[in-house]
């Protein structure tokens, strides 16, 4: 299921953007937000979201940026009138860049190439994350693991054996949630591993591909063992 949000203050608009949706593809599920804050505070997780790009309390850019120093990796498209984008938007990396007034075959047929994009997107996730002011899309398969720090959490990479830092403005739990079926399991109340990174594993504590040892704590060991176990058993 390809899970679609719309956010536009003009609920008229967003209501047809979903009924052309709905009519002409297969596995989507959609969800109208009119207010741009209520959606800012959503945690959900969505594959792609439509933006309108003049709303009266955020414009679409500025929710754009903030939704991805969230560290929202969803697909952006700006769905909007008669207004041009600006050289801002580009900072976070939009889809497609739609007028509301388009005619309806030219909108299907983009329609069709962004919920493609989508499945794509669901073999091959990324997340969004900041690195010295800059937001940087992190691919999942790089993280090594993540690490509870003061506001957020801090993201390990190892990439062709180079090690990396990334600073997520996140709570652990809701990565947790969010990356549970990319094979990441919590060893420790201050950390979350991607299995695919362990080389070695005793119960006591995993040592990563880029060498570094973490314990897995008592009261995670038993949770943690049956999730190694179930990634190993899909592995072989």
Do not use: W
Not at 61 to 79: D, I
Not at 201 to 227: G, T
């Amino acid at each position: 299921m390809i899970e679609v949000a719309i956010c536009d203050d003009v609920k008229e608009d967003a209501e047809k953007l979903k009924d052309c949706l709905q009519e002409n593809f297969l596995g989507i599920s959609t969800e109208i937000f009119t207010d741009e804050l209520k959606f800012l505070d959503s945690e959900k997780e969505f594959d792609v979201i439509f933006l309108d790009f003049s709303m009266p309390k955020l414009s679409g850019e500025e929710l754009a940026l903030k939704l991805r120093e969230k560290g929202t990796g969803s697909l952006l498209v700006f769905f909007t009138g008669s207004q041009e984008p600006t050289p801002g938007i580009f900072r976070v990396e939009p889809f497609r860049y739609l007028l509301k007034d388009m005619g309806q075959d030219k909108l299907i047929r983009e329609l069709e190439e962004i919920i493609h994009k989508c499945h794509e997107r669901r073999a091959s996730k990324y997340i969004y994350a900041k690195r010295k002011g800059d937001i940087i899309r992190v691919p999942i398969y790089d993280i090594s693991y993540i690490e509870l720090a003061k506001h957020g959490c801090v993201v390990h990479t190892v990439c062709k054996g180079e090690s990396g830092e990334y600073f997520l403005k996140k709570n652990i739990r809701e990565i947790d949630r969010e990356l549970e079926s990319s094979g990441f399991a919590r060893a420790h109340n201050s950390y979350l591993i991607s299995m695919e990174h362990v080389v070695s594993y005793n119960k006591s504590y995993v040592q990563m591909d880029d060498n570094v040892e973490l314990n897995v704590s008592r009261s995670y060991r038993k949770s943690f063992d049956m999730a190694f176990r179930k990634f190993i058993l899909k592995r072989n």
